[in-house]
């Protein structure tokens, strides 16, 4: 007992002690300075975001100096430089790692310069919503690294950006103030809140009306069906009376034959022994034109059942196919409305649009949730009421064996499948090709030879 619970100790040590040597540690040193018109800033506001909020922030010096340090992993850290009537520029840090991460310290020092510069009107600085520069881990040289890529597909615009500010400022022109440019961002996101609205609008329309129609189609395509179901129930019952008319008036005859006097046979010299060969025959014949017209009606209903089963497979095929569509659409249409508040969420003045938002799309989710469970729920229903009615009808018909020959495709193989059923008793024999020229031979899912396989066959065809 004892040296069981001290095997379980060291193991429970060496697990523990597994675990703490396999963290990763990080410490990512951040060193900048704030540079305006080739001069360092003093006064200028440096925010460092974590994740969205706020986890310190400091005011340059004369020297314009600030660092920070980063030492947690899987983070989104964004440095916010910012400063009165100038533009707010920042600076991206991820912190994420592969799933494969280094069982190591990773970390570095990052010093680089951070030009301001002041909002002149008709100077493009709408790029800057997002970061200018980002920092994150390069997996191929297992270190964190500048996205010199990314960099240099704004570097342009964003010297471009500098060059002309400077222009201007030579120029005598004055800087924008901050209340014109708060004035301009409400203004902004009073047109995307319009844009959202009107899209959600229209998406909603849209999917009423796909809704709509679909339900249209789908009543309309029932009330076909059921007349088409009652015009061929009707015209196999009045088959059937006029098999059953003939079948009488033929008996009568043959009653009535049999029962003619023999003298009067003689009468009209026709031999008693021909009349009853005469009769024979015609009976023998009557009795193989009607087993001919039973299968015939046997295969007929047989390719009626098939033939609906189809039509309701592609039906239902196709709603799917409508359906996913429009899932799609609105998938794209979500992902679109999430990309553009993603984009402007950032600012303090649309936190409680984005948690509205964010509210409405969770009940709108809950409500396709129930309006999905309850088309399903009407489905079965409706599915369950089919089987019903089919199932008295066929209580009410003459049992008779159906005989049924299909091909289904599937991976790798192909199926070749004869059944035969009546109430009492089913039959179904497959035969199973496989792509690469093997051959099997099944009677209700149970193997046969194939010299079993064609005696059962020929038996269903008789």
């Not at 006029?242 to 009067?264: D, F, L, R, W």
């Not at 020959?405 to 059923?421: I, M």
Request: charged share 35%; proline share 3%.
């Amino acid at each position: 007992m004892k040296r069981c619970f001290f095997l379980l100790l060291v193991l429970y040590l060496f697990l523990h002690v597994t675990q703490v040597f396999s963290q990763v540690e990080l410490e990512i040193e951040i060193k900048g300075t704030v540079i305006r018109y080739e001069q360092k800033c003093e006064g200028a506001l440096v925010k460092l975001l974590k994740d969205g909020k706020l986890e310190k922030s400091i005011i340059t010096t004369s020297n314009g100096k600030f660092n920070f340090l980063l030492t947690e992993i899987n983070r989104e850290y964004i440095v916010e430089v910012s400063k009165p009537d100038h533009v707010t520029v920042k600076i991206g840090i991820s912190t994420k790692l592969p799933p494969q991460k280094p069982n190591q310290f990773i970390g570095g020092e990052f010093t680089f310069p951070v030009s301001i510069v002041e909002r002149f009107e008709g100077v493009d600085v709408s790029f800057l919503k997002e970061p200018l520069a980002t920092i994150k881990f390069i997996p191929k040289e297992n270190r964190f690294d500048h996205d010199h890529i990314y960099f240099n597909s704004i570097k342009a615009k964003w010297e471009k950006a500098i060059n002309d500010a400077q222009k201007l400022k030579n120029q005598g022109a004055k800087p924008l103030s901050d209340s014109a440019k708060k004035d301009e961002d409400i203004a902004d996101s009073e047109k995307k809140k319009k844009a959202i609205a009107d899209a959600k609008m229209d998406a909603d329309r849209t999917q009423k009306e796909n809704l709509s129609r679909i339900k249209q189609e789908e009543n309309e395509r029932k009330v076909e069906e059921e007349k088409r179901l009652e015009e061929e129930l009707r015209k196999a019952k009045l088959r059937e009376d006029q098999q059953k008319q003939i079948e009488t008036s033929v008996n009568n005859n043959t009653a009535n034959q049999k029962g003619a006097p023999k003298e009067k046979l003689k009468q009209e010299n026709i031999n008693p022994e021909d009349e009853d060969l005469r009769i024979a025959k015609e009976k023998k014949e009557r009795e193989v034109e009607f087993k001919k017209n039973q299968s015939v009606k046997a295969s007929y209903e047989s390719e009626l059942l098939k033939a609906s089963a189809e039509n309701e497979r592609m039906l239902n095929e196709t709603e799917f196919q409508k359906l996913k569509s429009i899932t799609e659409n609105n998938a794209i249409s979500e992902r679109i409305k999430k990309e553009d508040e993603l984009k402007f969420f950032s600012s303090p003045l649309l936190e409680e649009m984005h948690v509205y938002h964010v509210k409405y799309q969770e009940n709108k989710a809950v409500k396709m949730s129930q309006l999905s469970t309850l088309i399903e729920t009407v489905a079965v229903v409706e599915k369950n009421q089919k089987v019903i009615t089919l199932s008295e009808i066929r209580k009410k018909e003459k049992p008779m064996a159906l005989f049924n020959e299909f091909t289904e495709s599937g991976f790798l193989k192909t199926n070749y499948v004869c059944s035969s059923h009546t109430r009492e008793k089913k039959i179904i024999l497959k035969k199973v090709v496989y792509f690469w020229g093997s051959e099997s031979y099944y009677k209700n899912d149970l193997s046969i030879d194939f010299k079993t396989y064609q005696d059962e066959i020929k038996k269903l065809k008789q």
